[in-house]
C-alpha cells in the first residue's frame, strides 16, 4: 500500500491541480479560517490552484496557540508554505490577511528572492496607514458588538455561547496582529498589485485602497466593489474572481 499522506495543517483543503501554471495563496481576515476560500478552485479557471491558508488556532488547527505578533505569524508562514512555492505563485488577502501577504512577500524578498508573481489586496488600507480602532482588549460584550457592526459573521454564531469562546480568543489575537502592527519603510517590491474595496465599506476606503500604489514598483490597479468590508461572503465574489482569473490565469 502507499504510505498515507497526512494532510498539510497550513493548506488543509488544497487539491493538487498538476496542470495548474500558478498556486494562489489565500489569507483570511481576522476571526476567519481557510474555509473561507474552500470553494474558489471550483469558480477559477483550471490554471489556477487555490491553496487556502489556514492560520494557527482554528478550523483544523484548534489545538494550536493563537498568535498575535505579525512578525512571528509572517515568519512561521514563510516556513510552512515554503515547500509549496518552487512554482509560479501569488496572494490574495482579505483585511487582515492583505497586510499578512505583503509582509509575507517581503520577508521571501529578504530570505533570497522568491516573489509572487501578483498580489491581490482586498478591503484593506495600506500597511503605513495604522489601524486605530483599539478593539483587540474590549470587554467580552463590546467586542462581540463591535463583531456584529463589522459584519461577516451571523447573528447566531455571535450569540452561539460554546462557538464564541472558540472565536473570540482568536479574533482577539487577529485585531492584535493589525492593531499592534509597525510598518517598517522598505524598498517597494517588484510584484504586481491589484486592490479590491466595497463601495460601502468604511474600513477601507478608495483613497487607502489607492494607497498601495507606492509599495510596488510593479503595475498597480484598483477595482471597487458593491458591497461592504465582508464582500467576498456576497455575490460580489464573483466579480473579484473574474477580475483575479483574468489578471493570473
Request: negative net charge; hydrophobic residues 40%; proline residues 9%.
Amino acid at each position: 500500500m502507499p504510505p498515507v499522506t497526512k494532510p498539510d495543517p497550513w493548506l488543509p483543503y488544497r487539491r493538487p491541480r498538476p496542470g495548474a501554471r500558478v498556486r494562489l495563496f489565500c489569507f483570511p481576515f481576522a476571526g476567519g479560517g481557510a474555509s473561507a476560500y474552500r470553494t474558489w478552485q471550483d469558480e477559477l479557471p483550471a490554471s489556477i490552484e487555490v491553496c487556502a491558508v489556514q492560520l494557527p488556532a482554528r478550523e483544523n488547527r484548534l489545538g494550536d496557540a493563537p498568535v498575535g505578533d505579525m512578525a512571528r505569524l509572517v515568519s512561521m508562514i514563510a516556513d510552512g508554505l515554503h515547500a509549496h512555492l518552487a512554482q509560479p505563485f501569488a496572494f490574495f488577502g482579505h483585511s487582515m490577511g492583505a497586510v499578512i501577504s505583503f509582509e509575507l512577500a517581503r520577508e521571501l524578498r529578504r530570505r533570497g528572492g522568491l516573489r509572487p508573481v501578483h498580489l491581490f489586496a482586498s478591503a484593506c488600507p495600506a500597511p503605513h496607514i495604522p489601524d486605530t480602532d483599539a478593539t483587540h482588549d474590549l470587554p467580552e460584550a463590546e467586542l462581540i458588538e463591535y463583531m456584529r457592526k463589522l459584519g461577516g459573521m451571523s447573528e447566531e454564531v455571535l450569540q452561539h455561547r460554546e462557538l464564541m469562546e472558540m472565536i473570540l480568543p482568536v479574533f482577539r489575537a487577529d485585531t492584535s496582529i493589525t492593531e499592534t502592527y509597525q510598518h517598517a519603510t522598505e524598498p517597494p517590491l517588484e510584484v504586481p498589485f491589484t486592490t479590491f474595496g466595497g463601495l460601502e465599506d468604511q474600513k477601507a476606503t478608495r483613497d487607502d485602497l489607492d494607497a498601495w500604489r507606492q509599495h510596488t514598483h510593479g503595475a498597480f490597479s484598483l477595482r471597487m466593489v458593491p458591497g461592504g468590508h465582508f464582500y467576498i461572503q456576497q455575490d460580489t465574489r464573483s466579480q473579484v474572481l473574474a477580475v483575479v482569473g483574468k489578471v493570473i490565469g
